[in-house]
């Protein structure tokens, strides 16, 4: 069964200031998502990492995966409070169309 | 807006209601998908149609039941709720194959059984 762990599950920052969202999940997968959910709202989604060592940005957001450590990273740079939001990483079990598993997500509040 | 709808947006129910959730979406997207998202957990898949054929079923119990009568369409019914059934129900699309497949969700409906 495919677990997917990320961490921390609530951050608290101060604007300015770096930080990183680690999503570890367990069996062999190649494709990760990230996707924001702001409180009241639906999911949006943020990257699609697809292979190993994949890196992509987006604006003060960046995001890499690494296949072989079962890891992916969310990079916050220079923190603004418009991204306070709720984070979820999602690991597809399949090769093509779409089975997610998702993490448990991170409430990131970003303050003034 | 990412091109999917559902309604209503709110719904509280007894235990011996029945009521119906409706998704539409508007992106020619060929697979449609049931998530319950619960306090304090990850989000649970229920139920996959691709080409209105049910792909998958999570062990979802059967007082929750999908009908897909076209690829634009997904319903929930639901009857005989428990209180835990309390959760926001998401909806999502995705093309439904190729490499990336990337689901685009609804605003959700969040249900309340008393």
């Known amino acids: 069964e495919l677990k997917v762990e990320q961490n921390p599950l609530f951050l608290s920052m101060q604007e300015g200031k770096n930080y990183t969202i680690y999503c570890n999940y367990s069996?062999?997968?190649?494709?990760l998502y990230w996707y924001r959910q702001d409180p009241g709202k639906s999911l949006e989604s943020l990257f699609v990492?697809?292979?190993?060592?994949a890196v992509k940005q987006e604006g003060r957001l960046m995001a890499s995966l690494d296949t072989k450590a079962r890891l992916s990273t969310l990079h916050i740079t220079a923190a603004v409070h418009d991204l306070s939001a709720t984070y979820f990483c999602?690991?597809?079990?399949?090769?093509?169309?779409?089975?997610?598993?998702f993490g448990e997500g991170t409430q990131l509040t970003v303050n003034p | 807006e990412t091109g999917v709808t559902q309604t209503p947006r709110h719904l509280v129910m007894g235990m011996t209601n029945k009521k119906s959730l409706k998704c539409e979406q508007h992106l020619g997207h060929n697979a449609m998908y049931w998530y319950k998202q619960s306090a304090k957990k990850p989000l649970e898949l229920m139920f996959v149609?691709?080409?209105?054929?049910?792909?998958e079923n999570n062990s979802v119990p059967s007082r929750f039941s999908p009908e897909c009568p076209n690829s634009s369409h997904l319903f929930l019914h639901l009857h005989t709720l428990q209180p835990e059934d309390s959760a926001l129900y998401l909806c999502a699309s995705s093309q439904g194959s190729g490499t990336t497949d990337t689901q685009y969700f609804g605003p959700g409906t969040r249900l309340t059984v008393l």
């Open positions: 999602a690991v597809d079990r399949r090769t093509s169309g779409s089975r997610l598993t």
């Open positions: 069996t062999t997968s190649d494709r």
């Open positions: 990492l697809l292979s190993n060592g």
């Open positions: 149609y691709n080409f209105k054929e049910q792909t």
